[in-house]
Nanobody, 122 residues
Framework: VQLQAFGGGLVQTGDSLRLSCAAS????????MGWFRQGPGKEREFVSG??????SYGDSVKGRFTISRGKATNTVYLQMNNLNPEDTAAYYC??????????????????WGQGTLVTVSS
């Protein structure tokens, strides 16, 4: 399985971006896919995950970010609204083959994309 994340860029505070993660081949929708991020000098942080119709969000992005799957289920999107400088980070998508649970620990994910950089200026 290969994951490719894209859609990052340089935006201003309050702007929106949509990240995409494309997986090679079809991924069953009941497997969890997640987004993590790592900002400068920060630890990796769980952002959001989706498994079937279930979603989960980190506290810092609740109400601003929305995760969804494409119809073919091999693409996952992260709609990010009302961005602020604290959202500046490299964003990584990941796939867990461990069942339906949306894990918030990166160690529970088996495949990772290469990351896409999001920079939010003040």
């Amino acid at each position: 399985v290969q994951l490719q994340a894209f859609g990052g860029g340089l935006v201003q505070t309050g702007d929106s971006l949509r990240l995409s993660c494309a997986a090679s081949g079809l991924i069953p929708s009941n497997y969890a896919m997640g987004w993590f991020r790592q900002g400068p000098g920060k630890e990796r942080e769980f952002v959001s995950g989706i498994s079937g119709s279930n979603t989960s969000y980190g506290d810092s992005v609740k109400g601003r970010f929305t995760i969804s799957r494409g119809k073919a289920t091999n693409t996952v999107y992260l709609q990010m609204n009302n961005l602020n400088p604290e959202d500046t980070a490299a964003y990584y998508c990941a796939l867990s083959l461990r069942g339906r649970t949306i894990y918030t620990r990166g160690a529970s994910y088996d495949y990772w994309g290469q990351g896409t950089l999001v920079t939010v200026s003040s």
